[in-house]
């Protein structure tokens, strides 16, 4: 299984909590390179490989799935009690060198 288990939020967004302002999502799990990957990739990779699944790295390990609105692509997962979506419970890390 391969999981998602930290965020990076865009600059200058790091304390949204919105889906569109993560720019990437550590993987890891079974993938080859466990590693941060951008929302549009993994928005690619899954559209491109439906069978493959990911799950948020937080009870109850919701499936990450695909989501585009007008022209932007990210990933979503089912929200929490609270309605906040699993995605953005994840620990943050900052963006490094951009």
């Given amino acids: 299984m391969i999981y998602a288990s930290k965020i990076r939020m865009q600059a200058g967004k ?3 909590n919105k889906l569109t302002s993560i720019y ?3 993987l890891e799990g079974s993938i080859k390179t ?3 990957y ?3 990739s993994i928005y690619d ?3 491109d490989n439906p069978s493959i699944q990911v799950k948020v790295n937080i009870s109850p390990y919701p499936l990450v799935i695909p989501e585009k609105r007008l ?3 990210y990933v979503k997962s089912s929200p929490d009690y609270t309605g906040k979506d699993n995605l953005l419970n994840l620990p ?3 963006l490094k060198g951009l």
Avoid: P, V
């Fill in 92 to 94: 943050r890390e900052q």
């Fill in 45 to 47: 990779w899954l559209k």
């Fill in 34 to 36: 466990a590693d941060f």
């Fill in 71 to 73: 022209n932007t692509k």
């Fill in 24 to 26: 990437s999502i550590y």
């Fill in 38 to 40: 951008t929302k549009e």
């Fill in 14 to 16: 790091e304390r949204d």
